[in-house]
């Protein structure tokens, strides 16, 4: 019983930190954040298409990072920083990275203090896998 | 002139083409100098698998030039972690400028990059003096870097040229830097020279 309690505090805890993992490397996503796994993406003219790409949107909050979007080539993920008033679809974000040319691995969007992972299934549709999920792939 | 209309417009259905194809609604200008050619090109990448645009293309042995369009296809894209590949379809169709005859360009183009490496094979037909040409790079960029600084490639670029029964062979080295959207590469064999500028915006 001890065990099962300190595992769920420790699972808590985790909630609470925010962490999510993209080639074991550990990301802070912020509450209206989302981190978006980019397959494919290698240099830094792949990364611009994608940064273009979001400007154009209307569900990102343009204060934060770089107009938005921050972007990391070696771990290969893109964050973004969502306006706190939208509810974000995450086919819309989904939608801008396959625009590139590029393709989306995991999706992890922070919003409404619930951290969601998203993955494609065996026929290419984005599907929610978890809920709260904390540094976990 | 008709005729030549639906020549060209046949060309580009029947040929798909090209390199590069970017982000949905980004624009690329380019401008390269080779031993065969000078070639600028404008284009719009109306989805991320075709682009189209316009080509003014000079060939400097002999003399003639081309106003362009062309259509630029990518065929196939492999996204992996931390690589890529490409299958690119290109074609070209025009007119030379002096005489309005009718000139065509089809080719295909694959390679395959990680962060430090890239292979690339191209191989095209132009149809103004039936010649083929065929392109190979191996490239490699001797250190990762992120994406605000700039990322250097050394590449070894051999050219095959195949003209009225007859080869000819070209190797040069070419240095390949690039920074958020801009892209140069230079290179130099002694007796040829290779330019390249390129920006998506």
Request: with cysteine.
């Amino acid at each position: 019983m001890k065990n099962f309690l300190l595992f769920i505090l420790l699972l808590g805890l985790g909630f609470s930190q925010s962490k999510v993992s993209i080639q074991d490397k550990e990301i802070e996503i912020n509450e209206n954040e989302a981190v978006v796994e980019v397959l494919g993406m290698v240099c830094s003219m792949c990364a611009f298409g994608i940064g273009e790409g979001f400007a154009k949107t209307d569900f990102i909050d343009k204060s934060k990072f770089t107009d938005g979007v921050s972007v990391d080539i070696d771990a290969q993920y893109v964050q973004l920083s969502l306006l706190e008033s939208t509810n974000i679809n995450p086919e819309k974000i989904v939608q801008v990275i396959e625009d590139a040319g590029y393709d989306v691995n995991l999706l992890f969007i922070h919003q409404n203090e619930k951290l969601t992972k998203f993955s494609k299934d065996k026929l290419g549709i984005l599907q929610p896998i978890a809920s709260n999920v904390s540094n976990k792939k | 002139m008709i005729l030549r209309l639906f020549a060209i417009f046949f060309i580009l259905l029947s040929s798909i083409s090209a390199h590069p194809v970017i982000f949905k609604n980004g624009k690329v200008f380019w401008i390269a100098q080779n031993p065969s050619f000078n070639d600028i090109r404008f284009g719009i990448s109306k989805t991320s698998n075709w682009l189209i645009g316009g080509r003014f293309l000079e060939d400097r042995k002999s003399n003639e030039t081309f106003a362009l369009i062309n259509n630029n296809y990518l065929a196939k894209r492999w996204n992996n972690r931390n690589s890529q590949a490409n299958l690119y379809l290109l074609s070209s169709a025009g007119m030379n400028t002096k005489n309005s005859e009718i000139m065509g360009n089809i080719g295909m183009h694959v390679d395959w990059e990680d962060r430090q490496f890239m292979v690339m094979q191209m191989l095209e037909y132009f149809s103004h003096n039936s010649s083929f040409v065929s392109n190979s790079r191996l490239a490699y960029s001797p250190y990762k870097v992120d994406y605000n600084r700039m990322s250097i490639w050394l590449i070894a670029h051999y050219s095959v040229e195949y003209q009225n029964e007859e080869y000819r062979h070209m190797f040069i080295p070419v240095i390949r830097l690039f920074k958020g959207n801009y892209l140069v590469e230079l290179g130099s064999n002694g007796n040829n020279s290779f330019l390249t500028f390129m920006t998506h915006f």
